[in-house]
């Protein structure tokens, strides 16, 4: 039942935006301007990615995985061990690691930002959504990344560290940022989340459409969150969010790596993001942070939907819902809490990650 579910979500979630975006693509688009012809030729092909025979290859069946961790298709094992063995990002540039529904959005937006220039910004709004995840789409896109006019690339990841080749990266003076939020907003906007896709399966209602007590099931444990079941990204059987943080965070302390909270973001933005650029080793002027600023507010960022692609388009349509923080206190009873609480300090109480859930 749990493959029957995961297969006929993730099919009617993609599968809907392939005509839209290849009629886009057989029209003079704005990309076919940004590329020479034999570029965009390329990119035009990876349309197939998300085909509905493409969609059912990747999650028919059993839930795909690779080395015991759990994709959610469109990732793939296949993309993640050929990223694994065969590519990496050069000196400079950024891989985001996160956990879904943690800030991912925002700070690629923000990273964007940072790193490009308007005419790679508005280049990258129209190239296909699997362009800037790694572990998504062909084996082909790597070529085509590697060919792109884009002076310092970025790269998003919702792997845990064990799936990435990290000493390449290191070996390469790569950065990573790893970007964290209080789980509780967390599994509320995750709950928001599974929520729109009904509007393109019905199916995951069943697993919604009980409400919040029987998403959470807290009746045994956090870990049996039934949209985990639905929608494994990058985990054991059995876990969830913290350990995926807890495989990025043993990495703290190393040079390369840099993790924020998103909490932080939102109470005081121009101090992380000089902070971050810092890492970066980028000289920003306060024009600069202001403008990012300004760009990177949600406001903003919901204006700018229609600018994006069609999948993009609709990737960011299906994300952006409120990103406020304490938002979960409209949801939780406070046994819900306290239970969420312990499970996070059985997982993290022995480090030093300290959530924020309230400003």
Avoid at 28 to 47: A, N, T
Avoid at 106 to 122: F, G, T
Avoid at 295 to 316: P, T, V
Wanted: proline share 4%.
């Amino acid at each position: 039942m749990e493959a029957f579910c995961f297969a006929d979500c993730t099919k009617s979630f993609f599968s809907s935006q392939l005509s839209k975006r290849t009629k886009n693509f057989n029209m003079e688009s704005p990309l076919q301007k940004m590329l020479p012809s034999d570029l965009y030729k390329d990119v035009m092909e990876l349309g197939g990615d998300f085909s509905e025979e493409s969609i059912k290859k990747t999650s028919g069946g059993e839930i795909p995985s690779w080395k015991g961790f759990r994709l959610m298709p469109p990732f793939t094992p296949e993309l993640a061990k050929y990223a694994y063995d065969n590519w990496s990002l050069k000196e400079g540039e950024v891989l985001l690691a996160s956990y879904p529904k943690t800030g991912t959005n925002w700070m690629m937006a923000i990273l964007r930002r940072l790193l490009y220039s308007d005419e790679e910004i508005n280049l990258m709004k129209q190239l296909p959504l699997t362009m800037g995840v790694l572990e998504s789409g062909s084996v082909k896109k790597f070529n085509i990344i590697d060919r792109l006019p884009i002076k310092r690339r970025m790269m998003g990841t919702h792997l845990p560290a064990e799936l990435i080749n990290l000493e390449r990266l290191k070996k390469e003076n790569a950065k990573v940022v790893y970007v964290m939020r209080n789980p509780k907003d967390q599994l509320v906007s995750f709950y928001h989340f599974a929520k729109k896709l009904v509007s393109k399966n019905p199916a995951i209602g069943r697993f919604i459409n009980d409400g919040w007590e029987a998403y959470l099931a807290l009746k045994g444990s956090v870990q049996r969150l039934k949209c985990l079941r639905v929608l494994p990204s990058g985990t054991l059987p059995g876990e969830w969010y913290p350990h995926h943080l807890l495989s990025w965070y043993k990495h703290k302390d190393d040079k390369n790596f840099y993790f924020i909270y998103y909490e932080d973001l939102k109470k005081d933005f121009k101090k992380e993001l000089r902070k971050l650029a810092k890492f970066l080793g980028m000289d920003i002027t306060e024009e600069k942070v202001s403008e990012i600023e300004e760009k990177c507010s949600f406001g903003n960022m919901k204006q700018e939907i229609s600018s994006y692609s069609n999948d993009m388009k609709m990737f960011q349509t299906v994300n952006l819902r409120k990103g406020e923080v304490g938002d979960w206190k409209n949801y939780f009873t406070v046994a819900q809490s306290e239970r969420v609480d312990a499970k996070i300090k059985d997982c993290l109480g022995s480090t030093d990650v300290t959530f924020t859930y309230c400003l």
